[in-house]
């Protein structure tokens, strides 16, 4: 996907490559319009979804995720860089081991939980093996 | 004859490190994430956050960015005056978000709280701290920006500066967003 087209679908601006200047594109409008999405997502996280009951972890996620993205897209010009897009592939590749240190944590984490808390009786205990009956369990 | 490295090459690297401090924060929150219900018999997120203050604190950061951006906006119009007042504000909000986490990291302590009295809590001091360390190398690196700005004045260099500064400063608003749901809002739900 093409993001470099997003900011100026939704601003209506021009954004125009800046080819003798090094500084970023973006434009006052670009800058207002992050920071207003901004502080609508911060507000609506707060308020709006702590009341929404089961739906409100899911509703904080994703409000800070488009928040995330609004704010890679408006303040950081993510995808808005010449070709090739280095910045884009390097973050891509951030995204990936963020996933995998998160989501590996939780799941090994999660699993070694559930074992502490597996009851075992002394039953399925010697049937596994894992204690011999000559020994005493506490 | 020394070559330099041109802006594509600086802004680069300090993107590519700008990336590699998100898998240390991603390890931190991790480690948040599977210790923060570990509070040891002591109090959890629900009883210590004071959401209102946080929400402050996250709408003070949210303008210290935006002043940030047109900080740039301003460089690129050579407008000196106007690259003072943003960068000079900038620094003023950042400056005042350090304060007020550091009056709550204080309140924490103080209330028997500290780092030492859970695992929820190492972790949340270590995971806050670090956002909070960076946050005081952004404004060190403020300071370092107005003394050239007022030695040199806006030249094209220091345009380009600013510009690294404010892909730093963008960033830490990034993590920080992340804390403010991850952390605080589901914290004390």
């Known amino acids: 996907m093409d993001l470099s ?37 911060t507000l609506l996280a707060f308020w709006v979804a702590p009341q929404l009951g089961t739906l409100a972890v899911p509703a904080i996620v994703i409000t800070a995720l488009i928040q995330l993205f609004v ?37 090994i984490m999660s699993n070694l939980e559930h074992l502490h808390m597996m009851p075992l009786t002394t039953q399925e205990l010697y049937e596994d093996g894992m204690v011999s009956p000559a020994h005493e369990l506490h | 004859m020394k070559k330099h490295d041109t802006h594509e090459q600086v ?20 480690a948040y ?48 005056v106007g690259v003072w007042l943003s960068l000079l504000a900038t620094f003023a909000l950042g400056a005042t978000f350090l304060g007020m986490e550091l009056s709550e990291f204080g309140m924490l ?13 190492s972790s949340f001091f270590t995971l806050v701290g670090t956002h909070g360390l960076h946050i005081f190398v952004g404004l060190s690196w403020l300071i370092a920006l107005f003394i050239y700005l007022g030695i040199r004045g806006l030249t094209p260099k ?19 967003i992340c804390l403010f749901s991850l952390v605080y809002l589901l914290g004390s739900l």
């Not at chain 2, 802004?11 to 991790?30: E, K, N, P, Q």
């Not at chain 2, 109090?43 to 949210?62: C, W």
């Not at chain 2, 960015?65 to 900080?71: R, V, W, Y």
Request: aromatic residues 14%; charged residues 10%; proline residues 2%.
């Open chain 1, 71 to 107: 704010q890679l897209i408006f303040f950081l010009h993510l995808g808005s860089e010449s070709k090739p897009r280095w910045n884009l592939v390097i973050f891509s590749i951030t995204g990936l081991i963020i996933a995998i240190v998160i989501v590996g944590t939780l799941w």
């Open chain 2, 33 to 80: 994430a599977v210790l923060h219900t570990q509070t040891a018999g002591g109090a959890g997120g629900a009883e210590l956050f004071d959401r209102s203050f946080v929400l402050i604190e996250t709408l003070i950061l949210l303008t210290s960015s935006f002043t940030c951006g047109l900080a740039l906006l301003a460089a690129r119009a050579k407008n000196t």
């Open chain 1, 5 to 41: 087209v997003l900011p100026r679908i939704l601003t209506w601006l021009p954004m125009t490559k800046h080819a003798h200047t090094d500084i970023p594109h973006g434009t006052l409008g670009s800058y207002v319009l992050g920071f207003a999405l901004s502080i609508f997502l």
């Open chain 2, 158 to 176: 220091m345009s380009k500066r600013i510009v690294y500064f404010s892909l730093f400063w963008h960033f830490l608003d990034i993590v920080w």
């Open chain 2, 109 to 121: 302590v103080s209330e028997g709280h500290s780092w030492a009295a859970s695992a929820f809590l």
């Open chain 2, 11 to 30: 802004s680069f690297g300090l993107w590519v490190y700008i990336m590699s401090d998100c898998i240390l924060f991603a390890s931190l929150f991790a």
